[in-house]
């Protein structure tokens, strides 16, 4: 289709804002205002086209007013708590949006060849135009991303929300094999697609379905503390297909932002593996080894551990000069970031320096410990990443483990480990440890962790809010 | 546009996002996540497109469903960002 040259200038503004708005994200101080920029090249992209072409307006407004009232809906809604699984269904509709686009689009050339080709039955010229190596293997590309980001987000949302069907992660026997062989035929599918010489419809749609399935068996096996890896790689995934439907329609706009997402993705899924010093190809295919670890539970624990109360704590937290909480998944699920911010308040009133370390891959999603901090209001200079923490640990009166794990789990530093080399927060070197957790269950490695029976670890059983809930109360009566 | 001119851009693209989303803090990931879902829904011009006024019945259905998926990511993504950078606060 040719457009009218306004149409670009407007794709380059969008272009513009949308990088301007990534840009504002580098500071919490221009963030706001980023987000916003990045919503203005929206509309301006939205706008413009929807002017310069003839649209079907009644197909256009209704389609829009039905998507922007479910998105509005489901942002305002949303607790922060349930952010990972936003963003993942989120991301499967940008991923299904572009094996529709890619859809239209074939099934119109379709039937603009069907119509020419009366008149010019013999002209080959036609054809090849229409349906150029650029068109076809756009279209197979952004039918494969696109499906599998669709399916594989929808299973990402489903284990996020922890319905029923997901608590037993699905594995079937050959698992690599079924995934390999469905690989094979999506490829064979877009082979075919490709290489005929009209695009045949049914190789299309096949190949959407294939990669449908495909997207649910890479998925399904994926669990728990590896959630972040695959949300981000599947952000990364719903760029590519953007960027992909794109090349479906020669379009500049979707090519440079599907790869600014793209490239986002890509970043934070390298980050979260290296937080957890495993390759991509073994968060996705393989799984922790927990009988390689040497000591078991009875080993490690038996007759080392120390109990304590709210009481207790509170006494020891009079007086001291530093506190740093680590938080875990743990805090998100016993939502206990209100209490969390009421005990901060608490020390800080005292003249207590409280601060929050988090390990990169702590929660379910990159930065997801950051947003339920700032929900209660907790300063974002309060919060230290892992590398800026770990050097001043031993400077720290109490460290306060609440729901984290593995990620304090100092058994990776040993060589033979199963989570060997995974960068840890330095807790143990702290004066004093204080683990607040429900029972001395392994976390998602499903290893025992040495940090509970040290000598200066003291454990706090109970649900994470109720237990913190206490702690403030003692503290104020203290 | 030509191929080789959009494979350009793609390039240049990718090495620009690597450019700036480094510097995006750990602390703003999550909506850096959500932020950048938002832009993916970019996809709604290509659905926009799909429904012009001489697209055939099928076209436009394809291009309905595309508008509404790509709205909810646009609209849902924007206003979740919004929603959580606004708690960032300084001491």
Redesign the interface.
Known sequence: MHMHWSIDIAYLVAAILFIRGIKGLTHPRTAVQGNLLSALGMTIAIVATAFVIGLNWWVVIAAMIVGSAIGAVAAVKVPMTGMPQMVAIFNGFGGGASVFVAWGELTQRLHDVGGVSGELAESAGVHAAMFDPQFVIATALAGIIGAVTFSGSMIAYGKLQEFKIFWNPWVLPAHQLINALLALITIGLGVWLCMADTPPMAAYVLLVVVSLVLGVTLTCPIGGADMPVVIALLNSYSGLAAAATGFVISNSVLIITGSLVGASGLILTSIMCVAMNRSLANVIFGKIDASKAGASADEVYEGKIKSTSADEIAMMLDGVQRVVIVPGYGMAVSQAQHAVHDLYNELEERGVNVEFAIHPVAGRMPGHMNVLLAEVDIPYEKLVEMDAINPQFSQVDVAIVLGANDVVNPVAREADSAIAGMPILDVDKARTVIVIKRSLSPGFAGIPNPLFALDNTLMYFGDGKKTVVDLVNAIKEN | ?E?TE?LI???L??F???E?????????????????????????????????????T???I??????????????????????????????
């Open positions: 546009m191929f959009l851009v793609f390039v693209a990718i620009i996002g690597f700036i989303i480094t510097k995006v803090p750990p602390t703003l990931h999550t909506p850096l996540m959500s932020g950048s879902n938002a832009i993916s829904g970019i996809t709604i011009v290509g659905a926009l497109l799909a429904t012009h006024a001489e697209a055939t099928t076209a436009t394809l291009g309905f469903i595309a508008i509404t998926m790509a709205m909810i990511n646009v609209v849902g993504g924007y206003l979740v960002t919004h929603r959580m950078l606004s708690m960032f606060k300084k001491k």
